[in-house]
């Protein structure tokens, strides 16, 4: 299984990005997909996640109301779309797929960066 995530770059304060990850595999038969984050010098963390089974998607608190992250199956592809981005950091995105007895599948990155 191969994630590509595409769709980072620069921009400024109160601007929208959307993410894309493109799944090599059909995304209906994944356990769950998400987003995690990560800045220099901190660890990962979670951005997003969805599950297949319909289930409400969640989000960290410092994205809710701005992030939304959503599936298209018959495109195979994750996206987040991330409005009102707020400067100060430049983490790179990170694309992940969870599929039970598997385990999970990570992307390259694609990194954000937001100016003031």
């Known amino acids: 299984l191969q994630l590509v995530e595409s769709g980072g770059g620069l921009v400024q304060a109160g601007d929208s990005l959307r993410l894309s990850c493109a799944a090599s595999?059909?995304?209906?038969?994944?356990?769950?997909m998400g987003w995690y984050r990560q800045a220099p010098g901190n660890e990962r963390e979670v951005v997003a996640c969805?599950?297949?089974?319909?289930?409400?998607?969640n989000y960290a608190d410092s994205v809710k109301g701005r992030f939304t992250i959503s599936r298209d199956n018959a495109k195979n592809t994750l996206y987040l779309q991330m409005n009102d981005l707020r400067p100060g950091v430049t983490p790179v995105y990170y694309c992940?797929?969870?599929?039970?007895?598997?385990?999970?599948?990570w992307g390259q990155g694609t990194q954000v960066n937001v100016s003031s």
């Open positions: 992940y797929v969870w599929i039970t007895a598997h385990g999970s599948y």
């Open positions: 595999g059909s995304t209906s038969s994944f356990n769950s």
């Open positions: 969805i599950t297949s089974d319909g289930g409400p998607s």
